[in-house]
């Protein structure tokens, strides 16, 4: 079935280190993938994303990495900082026939930067 | 500034007893969702409303019906709340503009007790 999932369920990382969050998904018919951040009491946070036609794009000292003959994507952090501690969740995104967008999220990271 | 705002942030029910999750927003957006995000898991899409068209999740139980009075407002009710049901419920909007994809602006979400 449908999934979206994750290798590690935490990451810790020295400030200042560059960090890596990997995800797997199983949807052929994603046509973008998302990256979310979400803090402690908040909701998820947009990062970046990436269209499916993709296999690379940069935003502001993240990097979004994507694999599509292994259905892997990756979420690089550079230079991480104390406020990139949180939980992240990739998302892939299927239009359904009727036009109804559906984001299906994976499991999350735990990602902790260590001071 | 433009946002998601979800009342209450907490909400204590007793078993069965019906709820009422409020969401509004700023952003003018034509789709509204609400996720149910049980703890350390990822959120779920329960159902959405495009414009005025109410699309439900094929798992999502009897119990959870949703209203939407007006472009702003959404609201979620729970009939009968189990203690299953106790998670956070996030409320997020956009304006898909497929085939490009513009971001799920999502509340901070309330967090439901049952008892």
């Known amino acids: 079935g449908e999934s979206v999932g994750l290798h590690l369920p935490t990451l810790s990382v020295q400030e200042g280190d560059n960090s890596i969050i990997n995800c797997a998904y199983s949807n052929s018919a994603s046509d973008y993938f998302i990256w979310y951040k979400q803090e402690s009491g908040k909701g998820p946070q947009f990062i970046i994303d990436?269209?499916?036609?993709?296999d690379k794009r940069q935003g502001q000292r993240v990097t979004v990495l994507l694999n599509k003959t292994v259905k892997h994507l990756s979420l690089q952090i550079a230079a991480t900082q104390p406020g990139d501690s949180a939980v992240y969740f990739c998302?892939?995104?299927?239009?359904?026939?009727?036009?109804?967008?559906?984001?299906?999220f994976g499991t999350g990271t735990r990602l902790t930067i260590i001071p | 500034d433009a946002m998601v705002i979800q009342n209450p942030r907490y909400q204590v029910t007793q078993f069965g007893k019906p709820v009422t999750l409020s969401c509004s927003q700023t952003?003018?957006?034509?789709?509204m969702y609400w996720y149910q995000q049980k703890s350390s898991q990822a959120p779920k899409l329960l159902f959405h409303y495009y414009d005025k068209d109410f699309n439900n999740e094929a798992d999502t139980p009897d119990n959870f019906q949703s209203r939407r009075p007006n472009t702003s407002f959404c609201f979620l009710d729970i009939r009968s709340p189990g203690l299953g049901d106790a998670a956070m419920y996030l409320c997020?909007?956009?304006?898909?503009?497929?085939?490009?994809?513009?971001?799920?602006?999502f509340g901070p979400g309330t967090r439901l007790t049952v008892l």
């Open positions: 990436i269209r499916s036609n993709m």
């Open positions: 952003l003018n957006h034509n789709v």
């Open positions: 997020a909007t956009s304006r898909p503009a497929w085939p490009t994809y513009n971001e799920q602006f």
């Open positions: 998302a892939d995104r299927v239009i359904s026939n009727f036009g109804n967008e559906k984001l299906t």
